[in-house]
């Protein structure tokens, strides 16, 4: 398992965790494979995936070495806390603010992910321990909303999560996103060999999003 250091590292140098969400086991871990083919360094294994521990162990073991974190999401309390990390886990991942799933991912010395929608809620995941933030819903909050959120909480780690595209990555990191949590764009994008190559476009999408990031429209004050 990688260390605390190492997972988050990864997951700010590439800029990406790949959630997959998908309701067969066999085809989660053929996307799994095929992504990390395609130059992703972070896995999501959401806990709804059948067999999801399972998974989690046999991809852990599978890239020991090769500088990929393996992952569990949806861990919403201690209990699947402790079961993702016996399970090779180095990230964990809720769609909501629990304070006991931080402080357990803090004690095993994996990297841990809160969600939250609010200013209240970020502040409160992050003094909670979380390492990243997870912007949760995005359907109902885009760049626009990060970016307000960000004008008095810069320092704050975000990670946006859900309905991220190579066309919409660009303003979500113009916005100040750290990171983003991609899912349907690349799992669902067809064959083996089309995983591998939609990982590709979003990684360099999210490279060129870093070089040049969209400029905010200008607003005159009030």
């Known amino acids: 398992m990688l260390t605390h250091a190492q997972t988050l590292s990864l997951i700010q140098d590439t800029g990406v965790v790949l ?19 395609g130059g992703i360094r972070a896995l999501e294994i959401t806990l709804s995936v059948p067999r999801a521990l399972e998974l989690v162990t046999t991809l852990a073991d599978e890239f020991a070495g090769t500088g990929v974190a393996v992952g569990a999401g949806t861990v919403i309390d201690a209990d699947s806390a402790v079961r993702a990390i016996h ?23 994996v990297v841990t992910i809160g ?7 970020i502040v ?9 933030v997870k912007l949760f819903p995005t359907e109902i909050a885009g760049p626009d909303y990060l970016r307000a959120v960000r004008a ?14 190579v066309d919409t990555v660009g303003p979500w990191f113009a916005a100040g996103a750290v990171a ?16 591998t190559r939609a ?16 400029t905010a429209p200008h607003r005159e004050e009030a």
């Open 19 to 37: 959630i997959i969400r998908l309701d067969d086991a066999d085809k989660a871990l053929e996307v799994a494979r095929a992504a990390v083919a």
């Open 87 to 109: 399970a090779g886990a180095s990230l964990l991942v809720s769609p909501q603010l629990d304070p006991a799933m931080i402080a357990t991912g803090r004690r095993h010395g």
């Open 115 to 121: 969600g939250a929608l609010t200013p209240t809620e």
């Open 124 to 132: 409160q995941t992050l003094r909670a321990g979380a390492d990243l």
């Open 152 to 165: 008095p909480l810069a320092s704050v780690p975000i990670l946006p999560a859900g309905g991220v595209t």
């Open 180 to 195: 983003v949590g991609v899912g349907s764009a690349v799992t669902r994008a067809g064959s083996a060999g089309d995983v």
């Open 199 to 214: 990982a590709r476009e979003m990684l360099a999408a999210v490279a060129a999003a870093r070089r040049s990031p969209v």
